[in-house]
DNA sequence: GACGGGTAGTTTGTTGAACAGTATGGTACC
DNA sequence: GGTACCATACTGTTCAACAAACTACCCGTC
């Protein structure tokens, strides 16, 4: 790391090294396997709820919308169900996941625990991260002046993600997106109001200055009331959905 | 439901189906792909340490060796880096996971706030399921005793998934499975002396009790001791371990 | 001796075709 | 109404082939 050369050419190594990041680094170079890249356009669909939840995904359908193998398109499918974004059933092929109350209910089982604990962590968190938490805040705020619903229900999302991210571990952080990702499913689906997620910001607003004024105390009892509403919402929401269709699960 | 024939004959559709259940209940058909049973031989391979933690997975190599075409052998793959037992590398393939310092330290990171939580929801758990903790415990002792330190350590690991059980999300349930998968491979791994897991049994008794009478505020210290004590061991155990192998992650 | 370039061999990614086995829906029959 | 049979559609699996990427090795150059 020291310089090896004279004093009129002062560590000529890093930067090359350096010049070479900053060239290089906005040019991306694909490094995806095709299966890799079928499987996020059939995400894209599925989460923009483009096809309905319990529709079935047939090989050869897809081989010749996207112009890819069998085994490619097999390949795909497996990547998403990792991500439980669609369901496999033994000679029966996948279909879009199809969230039920029961999975509602689980889902919010899991946030309720671990986000709690988050909130516990929060107190050796440093301050930018809790900084963050207000900034997200901030825009969703501005979301829901211009009535992006969308982009409201995204800063919801990765509020809560950040939030169990200051726990510190990798792997409960990918297990959460992970779920917020179902959660996003159930979003598409659900028959909502426009101003479903505008009654979160003021929830996440408030949760966030309590964290950064260190009264967890009364930010856990905030927390609770925000999944108990959001479990509650969300529930009615699918209930009123679930009038003559079958779950598929598994 | 109710019986439709005369009073000879009393509900003769129940006890046909009750009787077939009786008798086929035994029997169990094997309904999994092939692709299923090969992963499930390599991750019995794998979990046994027969295949060394960075050992590469040739297709070719495997295709011979199971009598399976390749392409099965690759969706097996999907299913094992699924559960985070093998890692895949576009072009370069899979290998057997191997887990290094700072994945232990995740790994913990990942169950203390968990399993501190799951200890504020024994307060609502159904009594028979802190007995069983304590039948686990026992059971952990009996082997102990006869120094199979294998069974030991297994029983140490459902002892903990049970008590991440309590919490009662089955996404949260099933993630730990995964956890607890991965730091059997670094059970496998590590050199260990063979007490190395007679030490856990006596904790586990006494969260078991702890949690059984109610003291909450002390099985959380006594589970902290635990951990800190688990991680503490382990790390010291892939120390020693890690002279001259590489990592492979990802 | 370090470095870069070419080259051959190995391994993976992907395709396409083929066949067997399983689910599904309908029709005829009792 | 229920059962058996049949045709169809789709999945599970195999096999052969080829392109692309990685690996290792040799070789000449500085």
Do not use: C, K
């Not at 996207?66 to 029966?92: G, K, M, Q």
């Not at 105390?217 to 609770?224: D, Y």
């Amino acid at each position: 790391m020291t310089s090896r050369r004279g004093d009129g050419n002062i560590q000529p190594q890093v930067d090359r090294v350096a010049e070479a990041r900053r060239v290089l680094g906005s040019l991306r170079i694909d490094r995806s396997s095709t299966a890799e890249r079928v499987a996020d356009a059939l995400r894209e669909l599925i989460m923009r709820g483009e096809m309905p939840p319990g529709m079935p995904l047939r090989e050869h359908q897809l081989v010749e919308l996207l112009d890819v193998s069998r085994n490619t398109i097999r390949e795909a499918f497996r990547l998403l169900s990792r991500e439980r974004l669609v369901v496999h059933h033994l000679h029966r092929g996948v279909a879009v996941r199809q969230l039920d109350e029961d999975d509602i209910h689980d889902i919010f089982r899991t946030r309720r625990p671990i986000e709690l604990m988050a909130i516990e962590y929060s107190a050796t968190a440093p301050r930018r991260s809790l900084l963050e938490l207000l900034a997200l805040v901030e825009q969703a705020e501005e979301a829901a002046d211009r009535d992006d619903w969308e982009h409201v229900a995204t800063m919801d999302i990765v509020f809560h993600q950040r939030l169990v991210e200051l726990i510190g571990s990798e792997r409960i952080s990918a297990f959460f997106r992970i779920v917020h990702t179902e959660l996003r499913l159930v979003f598409g689906i659900v028959e909502r109001p426009p101003d479903l997620f505008a009654r979160f910001v003021p929830r996440n607003r408030r949760l966030a200055e309590l964290l950064l004024a260190g009264e967890r105390a009364t930010a856990t009892s905030e927390l609770e009331a925000y999944l108990d509403e959001g479990e509650r919402l969300l529930t009615r929401g699918v209930r009123v959905l679930f009038s003559g269709s079958d779950a598929v699960d598994s």
